[in-house]
C-alpha cells in the first residue's frame, strides 16, 4: 500500500510565503501521478485548487500555483492571507487507485 | 450549478448494513466517471471507491474491497454505496465528488456521517 506524506504542520506570517511539498513511498513524483491539491477549512468538505501538478481552477486564488521539486508534487503560497488557514491535502493517482496525502495544517500567523 | 447532495448516513451496529446515496444535478450525469471518499471525524481522506460513466469499470480501496459495492443509476442522476459487514473503523463522514477532464474530484458534496458503533 503507498503512501503519500506531507508536513504535518506549516505556519507563514501574513504576506508570507510557503511550500508544502507531496511525497510517494513508492518513489519520486512525476506528472503520471497526476498530482491534485485541496484545501479543507473546518466544517467545510475539501476544495480542489489545483490539478494536473500546475493547473487552476477558475476559483483558485493567483497566489496559489503547483510544481514538481526534487522529486515531489508541490504547493506554494505566495502572499498568504488570514484567510489560507486550513489543512490542504495532495491526491496521487496510481493508474486506477487514487492516494490521498496525510494533509498538511497551515497557520497564517 | 454543480450540486452534489449524499444522504443515508447514520448510527449503525458493528456487522450491519447500511446504504448512502448522492444525488446530483447541475450536470450531464450520465457523462462522467463518480467517486466516494470518506473522512473519519478529526482524521484525514481516503478514497473509497470510483464508477465509470457506464458502471463498466469499478474499483476499490483495499480497506473496503469485498464489502462495500458502488453503483449508480444514470436515469436517476443518482450514486449509491452498499456498505456491508461495518466495522468501527469504517466511521466517518463519507463524500461523493465528480472528476472533471483532467481534473480529479473537482467537485465534493457535503458529507454524510456514517458511525458504526455498538
Known amino acids: 500500500q503507498t503512501v503519500v506524506t506531507q508536513e504535518p504542520s506549516l505556519t507563514v506570517s501574513p504576506g508570507g510565503t510557503v511550500t508544502l511539498t507531496c511525497s510517494s513511498s513508492?518513489?519520486?513524483?512525476?506528472?503520471?501521478?497526476?498530482p491534485n491539491w485541496f484545501q479543507q477549512k473546518p466544517g467545510q468538505a475539501p476544495r480542489a485548487l489545483i490539478f494536473?501538478?500546475?493547473n487552476k481552477h477558475s476559483w483558485t486564488p493567483a497566489r496559489f500555483s503547483g510544481s514538481l521539486l526534487g522529486g515531489k508534487a508541490a504547493l506554494t503560497l505566495s502572499g498568504a492571507l488570514p484567510e489560507d488557514e486550513a489543512v490542504y491535502y495532495c491526491?496521487?493517482?496510481?493508474?486506477?487507485?487514487?492516494?490521498f496525502g496525510t494533509g498538511t495544517k497551515v497557520t497564517v500567523l | 450549478e454543480v450540486q452534489l447532495v449524499e444522504s443515508g448516513g447514520g448510527w449503525v451496529q458493528p456487522g450491519r448494513s447500511l446504504r448512502l446515496s448522492c444525488a446530483a444535478s447541475?450536470?450531464?450525469?450520465?457523462?462522467?466517471?463518480m467517486h466516494w471518499v470518506r473522512q473519519p471525524p478529526g482524521k484525514g481522506l481516503e478514497w473509497v471507491s470510483i464508477?465509470?460513466?457506464?458502471?463498466?469499470?469499478?474499483a476499490y480501496a483495499d480497506s473496503v474491497k469485498g464489502r462495500f459495492t458502488i453503483s449508480r443509476d444514470n436515469a436517476r442522476n443518482s450514486l449509491y454505496l452498499q456498505m456491508n459487514s461495518l466495522r468501527p473503523e469504517d466511521t466517518a463522514f463519507y463524500y461523493c465528488?465528480?472528476?472533471?477532464?483532467?481534473?480529479?474530484?473537482?467537485?465534493w458534496g457535503q458529507g454524510t456521517l456514517v458511525t458504526v458503533s455498538s
Open positions: 491526491l496521487l493517482y496510481f493508474g486506477g487507485t487514487y492516494v
Open positions: 494536473g501538478i500546475t
Open positions: 465528488a465528480k472528476d472533471i477532464g483532467g481534473s480529479l474530484f473537482t467537485y
Open positions: 513508492s518513489g519520486a513524483v512525476a506528472s503520471g501521478y497526476y
Open positions: 447541475g450536470f450531464t450525469f450520465d457523462d462522467f466517471a
Open positions: 464508477i465509470s460513466w457506464n458502471s463498466g469499470s469499478i
